[in-house]
């Protein structure tokens, strides 16, 4: 862990949310809804959390909108994706065995599972087209919520094994998000029997006589009722569930899901004191099958899994740490809200991005660390990075390949989850976010940035770059160097400098030591009234770097 991270900014946040707790004060009202001041900070909080960062021509659209229009507007489904991952492995003269040329896609075409080469190369394709998803312009929270339930639902396209084809898993990432903004109790039953997931944690091979309990135990301790002090299921319960499930598999021809009568136990399966001693009666033939849907109802009975799946979302949106005070004020409610919903995901979501709770920027906002998705999505989206033109395949799946890669190297990657309990920072206690940075992320994390804003980043002759002038050029006053600092930081930072700290960059960097602030208006106004003077240019240029790069090299810039 970073110790000049932890102290310089984490640890001061966390001190002034824990005073704030221990004072009681934001929390009687916590899901009230929010009619305070609806301006930029509370924008951009809300854009940081609910998107892939905040541009500013979303926040100015989103000041035309209250508070209740821009959360309604954000929860909002976005159609499905509008093109399907394609072959961009034979860009360097490998020959599909199948017959796909290059660029065009591999979905719908059948493939031998023995040659393991070409099936990784398809997940290779498939994942770097998901990442590309995330970096769509939108003002929907739907890619970002794709990813959470990702996380929930945790998956390792590493561990395919033999069996997984690269289509399961993009079937499986059009799965999570359908149901992504719909019904969680919809969604946990097409999970179950999703082909990829039923591969991934054994459930093909789980059949009568000899059950395999692998999902069963991830269905109740991960995806629903969870592990929580009350949440009292048995082992027992455990390898009943797993009956239940006996006979969902993979069709080894179509390779699509179907239920197999012949290898279903048709038993009556008791469940324990937990579950109300439930007996889920067995069936023989097909209506073995409607066997899940008891076992649905007899879980989501449970008042446990509504706070689960409530503290999940807190911890991924808001704040890790959920004490006695938020549980009581903030994850019971919420819960009841979306049991009285029917498992609906969205009221729950409007109700706590409408709360007080959540615009408490003095605890909720600056709290935790980025994701290295987060931060990596997140620059190229606030600054405004130019991207290819979509119909420029090769140069499309070079950027978002780079951008890939430097998640990846971040500790974070798309389709490759680590563990089946998902990524640690969002799990593992007590440190949470602050896994996400060590010694080498964080320098990767700088080299990111410093690159990004020196001379860009480069694959296959594509390039990446802030344009640093460009996005002053788009702020209110930019030739006044306080507001071009306070504008900028509106923007780049959520946790506040002090007055002192602005002074000191305005003058070592924008001023370039000098007193008084004409000598960067009169350099800025240079360069305006005469654009094509790359004198002129590379006198803001130079300055304007030196100045995001000193913020983006700040502690607090990791901050969310």
Known sequence: MNE???TKATKAKLHSAETINNLNAPLAEGLQEYTG??????????LKRTLFGAKLQDIQYFKTRTVQQSVDELLQPTAPPSTVPLNNYSVNGYSDPSGVALWQTWINTGINLADKELNQKRIDSFKTWWLGQTVQPSRSIHEKLVVFWHN???TDTSNSGDKIKAKFWHNHYLTLRQHALGNFKTMAKAITLDPAMLYFLNGESNVKGSPNENFARELQELYTVGKGPNSKYSEDDVKAASLVLTGHTVNPTTFTYFFDAGKHDSTNKEFSSFYSNKIITGYSGANGANEVDD???MIFAQEELSKHICRKIYRFFIYYKIDSSIEQTIITPLAQIFRNNNFNIQPVLATLFKSKHFYDLIYSSACIIKSPLDFVIDLCNEYSVKLPNPNDNEATYAVWQSIQYEASEMQQELGAIPEVAGWYAYYQEPAFHELWVNTATYTRRNIFTDRMIADGIMSSNQTI???????????ANPRDPNLLISQSLEILLRYPLSESAKEFIKRSILLSGQAQDYYWTSAWDAYKNNPSDAGNKAIVLSRLKSFYKYIMNLPEYHLC
């Open 37 to 46: 001041t609806w301006e930029t900070p509370q924008i951009v909080h809300l």
């Open 295 to 297: 076992l649905m109802d």
């Open 465 to 475: 770059v802030i344009d640093a002038v460009a996005f002053a050029d788009q702020l």
């Open 152 to 154: 929930h639902f945790a």
């Open 4 to 6: 000049t991270l932890h």
